[in-house]
T-cell receptor, first 108, second 115 residues
Framework: QKEVEQNSGPLSVPEGAIASLNCTYS??????FFWYRQYSGKSPELIMF????GDKEDGRFTAQLNKASQYVSLLIRDSQPSDSATYLC????????FGTGTRLTIIP | DTGVSQDPRHKITKRGQNVTFRCDPI?????LYWYRQTLGQGPEFLTY????????KSRLLSDRFSAERPKGSFSTLEIQRTEQGDSAMYLC?????????????FGEGSWLTVV
């Protein structure tokens, strides 16, 4: 089992809709979780981090964490074409361990 | 805060040559990480430093790879006798561990092409 798993996509969402990205992790002791956005040919850019169970909102982005289910998600409201990118989920246990990323395409 | 800086941004080298990448972390960040990323994959951990001490090395880091962080400031990653499989983007990241937030910031990456 991979340490961090994501659906590789591609995930296509109409402009203005909600994009939902999911991630599961294997280490039950993990404490902090991160979402990075990566445009093609660029380096990862931090979007959000979450430590506690529940929801954390930042603008159009909401991160959700369920430690009992070992599940992290990222919701993007009012999706824009500029949100088209690969979204990387990462778990921080002394170092970041990444999933393979989900490629998101927002359709105008 | 000028961000994490990496140099060179792009490097094309012939198989068998040695290459060195440099990373300048965000000022006063005590942790520095190296990752490698190939197309369609997430970044893979290579090694990290706490100040000048190298705390962990991935098994991906064969004996052809070496990393240093003298004086706990900038870091270098050297690849000796490059192979075509070394072609990838090499990412450096830094973190102010213990400073709150445990947020890791990436540089723009160094692209390596081995021909």
């Amino acid at each position: 089992q991979k340490e961090v798993e994501q659906n590789s996509g591609p995930l296509s969402v109409p402009e203005g809709a909600i994009a939902s990205l999911n991630c599961t992790y294997s280490d039950r002791g993990s404490q902090s979780f991160f979402w990075y956005r990566q445009y093609s040919g660029k380096s990862p850019e931090l979007i959000m981090f979450i430590y506690s169970n529940g929801d954390k909102e930042d603008g159009r982005f909401t991160a959700q964490l369920n430690k009992a289910s070992q599940y992290v998600s990222l919701l993007i409201r009012d999706s824009q074409p500029s949100d088209s990118a690969t979204y990387l989920c990462a778990v921080n246990n002394e170092k970041l361990t990444f999933g393979t990323g989900t490629r998101l395409t927002i359709i105008p | 805060d000028t961000g994490v800086s990496q140099d060179p941004r792009h490097k094309i080298t012939k198989r068998g040559q040695n290459v060195t990448f440099r990373c300048d972390p965000i000022s006063e960040h005590n942790r520095l990480y190296w990752y490698r990323q190939t197309l369609g994959q997430g970044p893979e951990f290579l090694t990290y430093f706490q100040n000048e001490a190298q705390l962990e090395k991935s098994r991906l880091l064969s004996d052809r790879f070496s990393a240093e962080r003298p004086k706990g400031s900038f870091s270098t990653l050297e690849i000796q006798r490059t192979e075509q499989g070394d072609s990838a983007m090499y990412l450096c990241a830094s973190e102010d561990r213990g400073g709150g937030g445990n947020t890791i910031y990436f540089g723009e990456g160094s692209w390596l092409t081995v021909v």
